[in-house]
T-cell receptor, first 113, second 114 residues
Framework: KAGVTQTPRYLIKTRGQQVTLSCSPI?????VSWYQQTPGQGLQFLFE?????QRNKGNFPGRFSGRQFSNSRSEMNVSTLELGDSALYLC????WGAGTEAFFGQGTRLTVV | AQSVTQLDSHVSVSEGTPVLLRCNYS??????LFWYVQHPNKGLQLLLK??????LVKGINGFEAEFKKSETSFHLTKPSAHMSDAAEYFC????????????FGAGTILRVKS
């Protein structure tokens, strides 16, 4: 069974631009969560989508947003990029929800210059 | 809120010797606990999970962890380290009674010397 697929794997953007990241979860999984990983802050929860609805949100500014489609694929958008947004963004797929057993994609490495 | 503390940021062992990665958790509820591993430039892979069944949990690649409620600990062990075990390991707790999200520890980098 196919795993979690994140695209693209690498991105370089300029400050002020916006970016969209994509995640395809494991077939049958309705929950998709997004995490930001940085050397200084570690892994931090961004938000969770379940059946096209945002269920939970972490402590990130409104520049970070997301959505989920009817096929459970999810996108995450970051507007007005800042240098501090440089990070590895990880998508997690789970059957029952964000606090349960989760399967992660390989991540998208975003570099803001 | 739930939290986890990984007691060592770095652990170094020789190949063939036991591995012990320590984790303490804080939870108001009966927690779900996980260990994940991350190899360089890779995503996270689930090693094992505890969800209130047996307190000794066996995972992949010879790893196991024991849930000790009295000590609020969930240490990860392996009898014999292999070079391929070198990676970063994360202890994770489910946040809240209904598991709204995963809360990650700061990670322990395991180095395996030949």
């Amino acid at each position: 069974k196919a795993g979690v697929t994140q695209t693209p794997r690498y991105l370089i953007k300029t400050r002020g631009q916006q970016v969209t990241l994509s995640c395809s979860p494991i077939s049958g999984h309705r929950s998709v969560s997004w995490y930001q990983q940085t050397p200084g802050q570690g892994l931090q929860f961004l938000f969770e989508y379940f059946s096209e609805t945002q269920r939970n949100k972490g402590n990130f500014p409104g520049r970070f947003s997301g959505r989920q489609f009817s096929n459970s694929r999810s996108e995450m958008n970051v507007s007005t990029l800042e240098l501090g947004d440089s990070a590895l963004y990880l998508c997690a797929s789970s059957l029952w929800g964000a606090g349960t057993e989760a399967f992660f994609g390989q991540g998208t490495r975003l570099t803001v210059v | 809120a739930q939290s986890v503390t990984q007691l060592d940021s770095h652990v170094s062992v020789s190949e063939g010797t036991p591995v012990l990665l320590r984790c303490n958790y804080s939870s108001s509820y009966s927690p779900s606990l996980f260990w994940y591993v991350q190899h360089p430039n890779k995503g996270l892979q689930l090693l094992l999970k505890y969800t209130s069944a047996a307190t000794l949990v066996k995972g992949i690649n010879g790893f196991e962890a024991e849930f000790k409620k009295s000590e609020t600990s969930f240490h990860l062990t392996k009898p014999s380290a292999h070079m391929s075990d070198a990676a970063e390991y994360f202890c994770v707790v489910s946040d809240g009674e209904y598991g709204n999200k995963l809360v990650f520890g700061a990670g322990t980098i395991l180095r395996v010397k030949s």
